[in-house]
């Protein structure tokens, strides 16, 4: 599994915006789809957003829906998560990782993840 590297994080207040970066260290990240996910402290960890390795179909989770957005620079193996009018529900850790499109709604699926970037908003 190569290795994926998260950044972007920080603490906002509510209704505030961050841009997460996910870079992935292969050449063949444009073969496949990519994801992001958040892991609230104690809480298990959940599907946020998925792309396509074209970048034409993506999926959200409802409660993200309107408000993120998941895009990918395949020339620089790079993935984003855009997020506005953040929430102290969206405080987690958040993650990335790449594979089948099909399988990417399932946190399970996974067995090697990069450490994260905490993303803490406050009321």
């Known amino acids: 599994q190569a290795q994926v590297t998260e950044s972007g994080g920080g603490t906002v207040q509510a209704g505030g915006s961050l841009k997460l970066s996910c870079v992935v260290a292969?050449?063949?990240?444009?073969?496949?789809?990519v994801a992001w996910y958040r892991q609230p402290l104690g809480k298990d960890r959940e599907f946020v957003a998925s792309?396509?390795?074209?970048?034409?179909?993506?999926r959200y989770t409802a409660s993200v829906r309107g408000r993120f957005t998941i895009s990918r620079e395949n020339s620089k193996n790079t993935a984003y998560l855009e997020m506005n009018d953040l929430k102290p529900d969206d405080t987690a850790v958040y993650y990335c990782?790449?594979?089948?499109?099909?399988?990417?709604?399932?946190?399970?699926?996974?067995?090697?993840w990069g450490q994260g970037t905490q993303v803490t908003v406050s009321s």
């Open positions: 990782n790449f594979g089948t499109y099909a399988y990417m709604q399932q946190v399970q699926h996974f067995d090697s």
């Open positions: 792309l396509t390795r074209f970048g034409d179909e993506d």
């Open positions: 292969t050449s063949i990240f444009p073969r496949y789809a």
